[in-house]
């Protein structure tokens, strides 16, 4: 974030390059939708948020979301979501991404049974608040302190 640091501009939002090391890719095709996607999700990101695309199977949610990454310099690492899921799963998936500082993709977040959605939800909102203070450590729920 420092003075020499790579801004990536998508509308009014500013967001830091990361410099991931991802490879030659293939981009994405834009389209109308693709577009709307990336504002949506870039205003997102500019508010401590994350994004949920919705639509039919197969056209793009996935790629669109892993082609936002690469442009901002980012590895995604998607996860297929099962009805089997546990929030345990999802907290080491949760850690992660935030140890490494990497975007998550989860497909198929619908499946996951409602009891395991109550307790990602305050994961999640753990992990936005967190971002919004710009906290370089938080409790995860669950955790214990050692302290």
Same mark, same amino acid.
């Given at each position: 974030?420092?003075?020499?640091?790579?801004?990536?501009?998508?509308?009014?939002?500013?967001?830091?390059?990361?410099?991931?090391?991802?490879?030659?890719?293939?981009?994405? =095709?834009?389209? &109308?939708?693709?577009? +709307?996607?990336?504002?949506?999700?870039?205003?997102?990101? $500019?508010? %401590?948020?994350? !994004?949920?695309?919705?639509?039919?199977?197969?056209?793009?949610?996935?790629?669109?979301?892993?082609?936002?990454?690469?442009?901002?310099?980012?590895?995604?690492?998607? =996860?297929?979501? &099962?009805?089997?899921? +546990?929030?345990?799963?999802?907290?080491?998936?949760?850690? $992660?991404? %935030?140890?490494? !500082?990497?975007?998550?993709?989860?497909?198929?977040?619908?499946?996951?049974?409602?009891?395991?959605?109550?307790?990602?939800?305050?994961?999640?909102?753990?992990?936005?608040?967190?971002?919004?203070?710009?906290?370089?450590?938080?409790?995860?729920?669950?955790?214990?302190?050692?302290?």
């Amino acid at each position: 974030h420092g003075a020499s640091s790579c801004m990536i501009s998508i509308c009014d939002v500013n967001l830091s390059y990361s410099y991931e090391y991802l490879g030659c890719k293939e981009r994405l =095709v834009f389209t &109308t939708l693709t577009d +709307r996607c990336y504002i949506a999700l870039s205003q997102a990101l $500019g508010m %401590c948020l994350g !994004g949920a695309p919705a639509g039919p199977a197969g056209t793009g949610k996935t790629e669109t979301v892993k082609d936002l990454g690469r442009t901002l310099g980012l590895f995604v690492v998607v =996860v297929n979501c &099962t009805d089997q899921q +546990r929030y345990t799963d999802m907290a080491k998936i949760f850690k $992660g991404l %935030c140890q490494a !500082g990497l975007f998550g993709c989860f497909d198929e977040f619908n499946r996951i049974e409602l009891p395991v959605l109550s307790v990602v939800a305050q994961q999640v909102q753990a992990i936005t608040t967190a971002k919004k203070l710009n906290l370089k450590y938080f409790t995860f729920p669950g955790d214990t302190s050692s302290s």
